[in-house]
């Protein structure tokens, strides 16, 4: 889901897009490929070769296996924004998700290790898919926090969110991460507990 809102997002910002996938003829693939006649789909290598820019939005246990799929020379010197989460595969606690990273090692650290040529920015973690794109809240346009090595690509990707209807704020260098992959833990208590997944977002106040 988080990579079909933010393919179908990137698409109305009239960018070229293609959705890497296992299987192209899986039914809710081209079912979105009906929707979005203009989009492409492809094999994860496929995918990887074509984007200029790149989004990790898989399950976080399986995006190693992603990349390996992909091809790590195609993430090579491109920016990758990392949507994606260390979520374990097991049940909440009171509405609060288990992570298989603990507090002094991020997912996004694993994946950058996994590709020390690619330009990794975390963003679009900590929010559901109902709100990646426009989020039209009463307190205003929510708060995106990132990070990464690389600050030409922490631009390119605030360019991103900021058309895409989001503050940013550049929480630094890729260890940042330990702190904002877990607020996707925070924003998810509110549905397991009160069914409330699409009214919430986060914002950083400043006076």
Known sequence: ??????????????????????DTSKADVMEWKSRNPSARTGSFAETAAFGELLVLATKGTITPDVIKLAGEKNFSAKTVIDATNPIADARP??????FYTDINQSLMERLQKLLPDAKLVKAFNSVGNALMYKPDLSGGPPTMFICGNDDQAKLTASDILKSFGWEVEDMGKAEAARAIEPLCILWCIPGFLSNEWSNHAFKLLKG
Do not use: D, P, W
């Open 1 to 22: 889901m988080v990579g079909k809102t933010l393919a179908t997002a990137f698409l109305k910002e009239s960018h070229a897009v293609m959705m890497g996938t296992r």
């Open 93 to 98: 606690v009171n509405g609060v998700i288990q």
